[in-house]
């Protein structure tokens, strides 16, 4: 089955660096892939999706790449605030016999002014 | 409404009872989702809804399990004989048609959840 593995442990970044999360999957060649940030107490809010065909998304100070070679996903956020703080989920679109998304267990990221 | 929405947002129920979540998805969307997110565990699928279609109820983890959805809008999710692994956020969430194709489409919207400790 379909596998997605992002680094749980917290990612503790300074006010104003660049923070990157990478996500990985494994049995799969998804035809997309999204991102997804989750503050406490709340639901997943979409941020990103990037198609199996784009090397580089952009959104503000989002940035999203997708190497399928290498079966890998990585998220920027470009000068990072504290209102960044948050959970940050990678998702792949049903498939394998599955109609819902799989998610990774996240990355929680902290932004330390 | 302008989201999703799930009550109650906090449900506490002493084990063996019944409990009853709903989700009422954004108007518009045809596809339903239940997920469940437990204590440091990422997001499990639970079971899809297409419009008025039948559910996959493969996903549900066990017979105490299942979900309604009526007049293709409203769902509810109903656990019984709830136990304590069963202590979640249960989290619902809606789309637009994902079985016509675009893949836009297949961006889905979430509630705030519903949490469940059984006691």
């Known amino acids: 089955s379909q596998k997605i593995e992002q680094n749980s442990e917290a990612l503790n970044i300074q006010e104003g660096k660049t923070a990157t999360l990478t996500c990985n999957y494994t049995?799969?060649?998804?035809?997309?892939l999204q991102w997804y940030r989750q503050d406490p107490g709340r639901g997943p809010v979409f941020l990103l999706l990037?198609?199996?065909?784009?090397k580089e998304k952009r959104k503000e100070r989002l940035k999203v790449t997708f190497d399928t070679t290498l079966k890998q996903s990585l998220f920027h956020i470009t000068a990072s605030q504290p209102a960044d703080s948050a959970t940050y989920l990678c998702?792949?679109?049903?498939?394998?016999?599955?109609?819902?998304?799989?998610f990774g267990k996240g990355t929680h990221l902290i932004i330390q002014p | 409404g302008a989201g999703v929405s799930q009550s109650p947002s906090n449900k506490v129920t002493e084990k063996g009872k019944d409990v009853e979540l709903r989700c009422d998805p954004i108007?518009?969307?045809?596809?339903l989702y239940w997920y469940r997110q437990s204590l440091g565990q990422g997001l499990e699928f639970l079971i899809y809804?297409?419009?008025?279609?039948?559910?996959?109820k493969s996903g549900l983890p066990s017979d105490r399990f299942s979900a309604e959805r009526t007049g293709g809008s409203v769902s509810t999710l109903t656990i019984q004989r709830t136990q304590q692994e069963d202590s979640a956020v249960y989290l619902c969430?809606?789309?637009?048609?994902?079985?016509?194709?675009?893949?836009?489409?297949?961006?889905?919207?979430f509630g705030a959840g519903t949490r469940l400790s059984v006691l």
């Open positions: 969430a809606s789309s637009l048609d994902r079985l016509a194709g675009a893949i836009a489409k297949n961006i889905q919207y």
């Open positions: 049995n799969y060649s998804p035809a997309y």
């Open positions: 990037i198609r199996e065909n784009e």
């Open positions: 998702a792949l679109p049903p498939g394998g016999g599955a109609d819902g998304l799989t």
């Open positions: 108007s518009g969307h045809t596809a």
């Open positions: 809804f297409q419009g008025n279609s039948a559910p996959d």
